[in-house]
T-cell receptor, first 112, second 114 residues
Framework: GEKVEQHESTLSVREGDSAVINCTYT??????FPWYKQEAGKGLHFVID???NVDRKQSQRLIVLLDKKAKRFSLHITATQPEDSAIYFC???????????WGSGTKLIIKP | ETAVFQTPNYHVTQVGNEVSFNCKQT?????MYWYKQDSKKLLKIMFS???????VNETVPRRFSPQSSDKAHLNLRIKSVEPEDSAVYLC?????????????FGPGTRLTVL
């Protein structure tokens, strides 16, 4: 079955710099790739997603890139701010699936 | 704005006891989920429930069971808890059962089994 690997367990960047979180997946049938954010003591909330019919999507300071050939997708956060500090989870799924396959999470720390 | 509510926030209990956690969503969604998040923050889907259809992760022990009175509520019951059940249990909901629907999460219930 599908496996999703999230490569950075912790990432520390200076406020104002960009942060990049990388994920890889194994199932070529995967076509939906969301990202969720979890702040301390809270549940997850959706931040952005990308589908396999495009290779780039942007929402304000968030950019998602998808490389289907390498089976890799990444979340870029530009001009980081303190409120970006959180754990970020990537996930993948074929459209026909009922369940997302989740990465292990990346703790993003924004240093002043 | 919170739309998925979970109670209690925390629960501490002894091995062998029965516990029940509540989840309610006010989004009018048709699908609800229970996840287990361990101490390393790893997420594991336990149940997906869409009104008439229950999808169970085959790795979930039989002492766990979901209970639903209507589509806005999905509770989680654990008979005879064990130490490895200590975790945060997250409830979520979405419009539909397909994985491509955005999921809305509650704040979680932290269970500690002594």
């Amino acid at each position: 079955g599908e496996k999703v690997e999230q490569h950075e367990s912790t990432l520390s960047v200076r406020e104002g710099d960009s942060a990049v979180i990388n994920c890889t997946y194994t199932d070529t049938a995967s076509s939906y790739f969301p990202w969720y954010k979890q702040e301390a003591g809270k549940g997850l909330h959706f931040v952005i997603d990308i589908r396999s019919n495009v290779d780039r999507k942007q929402s304000q300071r968030l950019i998602v890139l998808l490389d289907k050939k390498a089976k890799r997708f990444s979340l870029h956060i530009t001009a980081t701010q303190p409120e970006d500090s959180a754990i970020y989870f990537c996930a993948a799924s074929p459209d026909s699936n009922y369940q997302l396959i989740w990465g292990s999470g990346t703790k993003l720390i924004i240093k002043p | 704005e919170t739309a998925v509510f979970q109670t209690p926030n925390y629960h501490v209990t002894q091995v062998g006891n029965e516990v029940s956690f509540n989840c309610k969503q006010t989004l009018g969604h048709d699908t609800m989920y229970w996840y287990k998040q361990d101490s390393k923050k790893l997420l594991k889907i336990m149940f997906s429930y869409n009104n008439k259809q229950l999808i169970v992760n085959e790795t979930v022990p039989r002492r766990f069971s979901p209970q639903s009175s209507d589509k806005a509520h999905l509770n989680l019951r654990i008979k005879s808890v064990e130490p490895e059940d200590s975790a945060v249990y997250l409830c979520a909901s979405s419009t539909g059962l397909a994985s491509s629907y955005e999921q809305y999460f509650g704040p979680g219930t932290r269970l500690t089994v002594l």
